[in-house]
Each structure stands twice: as C-alpha cells, then as structure tokens.
C-alpha cells in the first residue's frame, strides 16, 4: 500500500526554456477526468512549439494552444511529496507506459505467496514445524532486509517473489505448529484470537509507522529489522509434539509434554505411552504423503477442489480490498488503520460462530454477507463514497 503507493504527477518542464510564466503555465494539456479538470499526467505540449510560439505571441491567451501538437512527457516527471517522500513509483518512474509495473511487483509477492503455500508443508514434514517455522523468517527478514538496496525494478520484484514466499511458508508452520501442540479445545481460539488477531494488530500498526517514515527504503528497513525480535523465541517456542513422535523421536516428545504439563500444574503420567501406540506410531512414520493425495480418490479431491475454490474467493476479496485502500475516499493511514481495526471484532465474532454453529453455516453465512456488500457497493454514489468506505470496512 505504501511502498507502492502513487502520488500526484505532472510532466516535468525543463527551468531553462526562457519561456514567460504565462506560457510554462500552457505548457501542459488540460484533460477531463470524471467531473474535474486537471493537468495531464503523461502528455504536454510539444515544447520546441511553443518555444517558436512564445518569440511572436507574448500573451498564449491570444492563441489556442490545444492546436499544438503534442509530445511524451521525455523529460520525466515531477511528483508530489505532499504525502509521501519516495515510492517504488517515484524512484523508476512507473507511471504512465510503465503503470503495469506496479502492481505487477505486487503479482511477484503472490507468485512467491503461491509456490511458498506448496513447499511449506513438505519441508515442514521432512524437517520439523520448528525450523520452518524460523528459517522461513529469516529469508522473509533477509529478503526484506537486501529489498532496501534495490537498484533497479527488476531486483525489487525478484525479491519481492522471495519475500511471499518465506510470508506464507511461516504463517503455515506457525497455523501447523499451534494447531498440534493444541487440545481441540483451544485450537478454534488459537486460530481466531490467537493467530488472525495478532495478524489484525500487526497490520494496525503499519499505517502508524508508515505514517512516520514517508520513505519507501527506509519504511521496508524498518519492517526487516523487526524480524529480530524473533530470534528470542527459538529457546521458547517447542518442535511439535506429533511430529517428533511420527519421526520416531519419542523420547524428545516425551520430555516436551513433561514440561507442558508442568507448565500447566498436571501430573504426567510415568509411562506416556503404550506399546501398542510406539508401534502405531512407527508404523506411520513410514507412510509419506505427496500434494497428489489430494486428488487421488474422489471424496478427497470433492473437499480439495471445494477448499480450493473457498481459498480463491476469500482471498481475491481480502487482498483486492485491502490493496484498494490508496483509492478510498479519506486519508490513506486512517483507511489502513481502519481496516485492520475492524479485523479484531470480526474474528471475535468468527470464534463466537465457530463455537456455537457448525463450519458450513458460519462459512456460508460470511460469504454471503461480504458478497452482497460488494454488490450493494456498486450502486451507491460516487457523491456519498464516504458510505463505500465504511461498508468496504
């Protein structure tokens, strides 16, 4: 949102023309956009015109300049710094011809996002929830980190890639790793309350550094160097339980659920498991599953492709709001604020849901509220889109 974000622009006109003020001043088209007239972002006047002009015709009001051919902007762009001091935009010019560019660095981080989604949860059953879980952190905050020097666009989206790959894969290993240290008691709040709530503050909290660092090299510094505080919770955060006994390494489970129970004042029991369970878990620890039993028999690829699709859904609504924010109505950082703060009331409300009502009529139910608020959205007003921002919210 901010890194990428798209000031004001005008065609940058050259101080050594020995043009008047008056005619700098017509040096720039007039366009319509909507009801409002402006400047011309990605065109002006053929300057070499109106430098001949401007030698026989001292006043441009006695001409009609829209006669004057026009020409690329080639000298470049001058760009507001009323809110922000450097953008990827700014720093190589991604604007007019180059205006994909921009959110097509944004396309890399979901590049990265979907082949960091299909990795993640085999290299986490080969190697542990654990050293996932931190290693890809470290290439997230690595990343982020060589993201700053970027010379070029080109880096900056190769990156950018390498950055959503190491997001997604530690926000799995994260989900994986609670999921199996929980009782199924609390495995709904860990998710809701726990992962996506801490999510929402985290998110609060980027406008309100944004809002202090207006430059896009120095904001990405910031967010890297947060990575750090993480490295503390290496002696703190335990390997999955479930997954050190399907690796047959009982005896470092053992000792991790002895000092859960401590922890939590329960007496262990002195033999934790069976026999009968060590061979069980043996003999699981052989089997080895692929991305391929997803669709081998039929029930599971109906629930894969079902999965699939729900996923597709939400997240072309979540993204594609959220990446909007720059185009609301209002201040750009309220609007992210905003927007992130009504995250917490709604995964409160999803845990009250998940609690009392089955999943298909909690799943239902929001996907049926959010599409028809998008729809309603369609129709209102340009001159009321104060309300789009609130039911956007």
């Not at 609670?178 to 406008?207: D, H, N, Q, W």
């Not at 750009?332 to 009250?352: Q, S």
Request: glycine residues 6%.
């Amino acid at each position: 949102i901010f890194v990428g974000a798209i000031p004001e622009y005008v065609c940058l006109i050259p101080g050594n023309l020995n043009l008047s003020q008056a005619w700098m001043n017509k040096t720039v088209p007039l366009v319509q956009k909507g009801s409002e007239v402006q400047y011309s972002r990605c065109r002006r006047y053929r300057l070499e015109s109106i430098i001949n002009l401007s030698l026989t015709i001292p006043d441009p009001d006695l001409f009609n300049v829209s006669q004057i051919e026009k020409e690329p902007c080639l000298d470049g762009w001058v760009y507001s710094k009323e809110q922000y001091i450097s953008t990827i935009v700014t720093e190589w010019d991604l604007v007019c011809n180059d205006d994909w560019k921009a959110p097509l660095s944004m396309s890399f981080f979901f590049a990265g996002v979907l082949i960091g989604s299909f990795v993640s949860g085999q290299l986490s059953d080969r190697f542990g929830r654990k050293a996932v879980l931190f290693g890809s952190m470290a290439i997230q905050s690595l990343f982020s980190f060589i993201q700053v020097f970027s010379p070029n666009w080109e880096i900056f989206c190769l990156l950018n890639f390498l950055v959503g790959l190491g997001q997604i894969s530690n926000y799995v290993s994260a989900f994986v790793l609670g999921s199996e240290m929980f009782g199924k008691s609390i495995r709904i709040i860990y998710c809701t309350l726990g992962v996506c709530i801490s999510y929402a503050v985290g998110y609060m909290l980027l406008p309100l550094v944004a809002y202090f660092i207006r430059s896009w090299r120095l904001l990405l510094l910031i967010l890297s160097l947060s990575g750090l505080m993480y490295i503390p919770l290496w002696w703190f955060i335990p390997e999955s339980p479930r997954w050190l006994m399907l690796k047959g390494r009982v005896k470092e489970a053992e000792e991790i659920l002895r000092f859960i129970a401590k922890k939590n004042g329960v007496t262990a029991p002195d033999v934790l498991f069976t026999e009968l369970e060590l061979e069980d878990m043996r003999a699981k620890s052989t089997q080895s599953y692929a991305i391929i039993h997803l669709v081998r028999t039929y029930n599971i690829r109906i629930i894969t492709i079902i999965n699939i699709l729900i996923w597709m859904i939400l997240t072309s609504g979540y993204f594609g709001l959220s990446l909007n924010t720059p185009n609301l109505h209002g201040d750009d950082y309220l609007n992210c604020f905003f927007l992130a703060a009504t995250e917490v009331p709604a995964y409160t409300v999803a845990w009250i849901f998940l609690q009392r009502c089955s999943r298909r009529v909690t799943l239902s139910s929001i996907l049926l509220i959010g599409g028809a608020l998008l729809i309603v959205i369609q129709f209102i007003p340009t001159s009321i889109s104060g309300l789009v921002t609130v039911l956007v919210m």
